[in-house]
DNA sequence: ATGAAAGCGCTAACAC
DNA sequence: GTGTTAGCGCTTTCAT
């Protein structure tokens, strides 16, 4: 491959020259530049994004931390940043965390030697106190999930007000036996959903029965049949359940229906992010969504304002969620 | 942030005894050495990778390119990709070409000019003639995907043998008027299945009925639902279905459910891949499963052997694919 | 408008 | 076993 001095001698100029016309911010005269131009193209020469990250200490490189790709959620989240890293000449580095603090620490050092322009995380399984300086790794940006005390700029929706909602729904179709089952509890976003259920039902003057909110091991349809399982143990069972996620609330339709019962009448479900997956389950999800995309485009347009150095002004942008009302619930447009 | 040679002054040693002990293929004395990582704690230093890559010509990135993240089966494929990247200390960069021959030749070029060591591919879209040139970028491996003549190594599923398994398995249940609907035709794959399934068609002297065969823009619900839609303009309809992928089938009996009829009594479905939806569709779908993770583990290995110089013998790998049985044919263990 | 020279942080011959 | 030196390919003062 042809380097910047044989483009240089080839077109009969310095080094310092040819590197005017590949950054074209300096004054070159226009017969140079097409001299150089010639030149470059006759060699099919293309400069070194090493040598140039290595002068400029800046990689154009940003790693996006996830628990795992093959999750929808994320995959839809990646879809949304790495449309808007190209549209910013930004290349994004996959690392799957596997929801382990060591391999969430082992990308960010990655990152930190990689020298990586930014990070983005959509999650976090360290202790508060060694996550503020996580900085020191590159400058980071939150989608989805947050931090005490913002730590990082994040992109969200409001999780409490959606569960609110979303219960609420459940309340208002005459529901008072409801119960919730959710993800880990250890994340901000599953506590906010947690938060918004519980105010839901005690605003409605509705007993909160402990036994019906359980905390699973993660976002799965396994996950949501093993909570209807544990429902059946007991003499007394919820009429509504508040999943913290669509694929739980596929789990729980699916446990339901596997006991002959039926959905909405003996169970209402309702979701919570609004993927495809909805309008594949019988009968289709009722659901509070996410504009999941959209978390992922704007996250990833904060954190290219932060390395603009602009201000960013906001700890926190707060995104839209809706209520997308379908037959989980036997409420059709109510 | 300390470099080399801070170390070097801090230890009192040279810059290459540093790098000796920090690539440690190098004899040097314990007592040095442990001089040198005293030095190297203390002062918190991290090799750059910068410019380590910049001086041995090698980066530890992989380019992996795929149509969109956010398609189920891309993710899981990044999914296998990614761990055994991990594994072998490669880093991957995700390439989302949109199928589209611009960005596809985009990224390559950036891989090129970001001199990664290795570009993974599950797709082409530019022609036969460029696309032999295609290694000036990089080391190629395909996934999934797999170019005429074979130009790189490809790891993926006898497509061919895997749709006639799938076809026979609706004749051997009695179906005489058998359609397919399939994606792309261009892609490699997608002949293949349409391949099989002809060959099944003839094998088994049916006769097969142009009209049901059909090409879709791509691979989703809303496809499965049109293309019933074209089939319900026509007098007669085929009793079954060959759908060359999950989403496709999930669409087809949506269709036919929508117009209150029954699967699999009116109309019998197959698909193809095996992904998780085929389990929340109702009547669950019988398919044909291919290792999607395992192909991109695989893949990923098939290239760092690659990039170790070691002799590739196989120009292809071929993974087994399972056909798994459910209730979308009315043959539950037949 | 152009060039000379220094240097980003590291490794690999080669010498001792 | 350790150090000297050159150089990976580029950008950026500082001159002219």
Redesign the interface.
């Known amino acids: 491959m042809a380097n910047i001095l044989d483009v240089a001698v080839h077109a009969g100029v310095s080094r310092t020259t040819v590197s005017r016309v590949i950054n074209d911010n300096d004054r070159v005269d226009d017969e140079t530049r097409n001299k150089v131009l010639k030149s470059m193209k006759e060699l099919g020469y293309?400069?070194?994004?090493?040598?140039q990250?290595?002068r400029k200490q800046k990689?154009g490189?940003i790693a996006?931390l996830v628990s795992?790709?093959?999750?929808?959620v994320?995959?839809?989240l990646?879809?949304g940043i790495?449309?808007e890293a190209?549209k910013h000449g930004y290349?994004?580095?996959?690392?799957?965390t596997e929801n382990d603090a060591h391999k969430e620490l082992k990308y960010l050092?990655?990152s930190?030697?990689?020298?990586v322009d930014g990070i983005i995380m959509t999650g976090i399984r360290n202790d508060y106190e060694l996550v503020q300086s996580f900085e020191q790794y590159g400058p980071i940006v939150m989608i989805s999930q947050y931090t005490e005390h913002d730590i990082f700029p994040a992109v969200t929706v409001d999780n409490f007000a959606a569960a609110y909602t979303a219960t609420k729904h459940l309340v208002k179709l005459g529901h008072r036996k409801i119960g919730m089952v959710s993800g880990k509890r250890q994340s901000m976003i599953l506590r906010d959903r947690e938060a918004g259920f519980r105010k839901a039902l005690s605003d409605s003057n509705i007993p909160l029965i402990e036994e019906w909110v359980k905390e699973t091991t993660g976002f799965t349809?396994m996950n949501g049949k093993r909570y209807v399982d544990e429902l059946f143990l007991a003499e007394e069972r919820p009429t509504a359940v508040f999943a913290a996620n669509d694929e739980l609330a596929?789990g729980v339709i699916?446990g339901v229906k596997e006991r002959g019962l039926t959905v909405p009448r003996d169970m209402a479900v309702v979701g919570f992010d609004g993927q495809?997956?909805c309008?594949?389950?019988?009968p289709h999800l009722t659901t509070m969504a996410q504009p999941i995309?959209q978390l992922g485009s704007l996250g990833m347009s904060l954190l290219v304002q932060k390395l603009r150095g602009e201000m960013i002004h906001t700890q926190r942008i707060v995104l839209k969620t809706e209520l997308i009302i379908r037959n989980s619930c036997g409420a059709k447009g109510m």
Do not use: G, H, W
């Open positions: 293309r400069p070194s994004r090493l040598a990250s290595l990689t490189m996006v795992r790709v093959s999750n929808p994320n995959s839809i990646l879809q790495e449309d190209a290349n994004v580095i996959l690392c799957n050092k990655m930190q030697d990689q020298q349809i596929v699916q495809f997956i309008t594949v389950i019988e995309e």
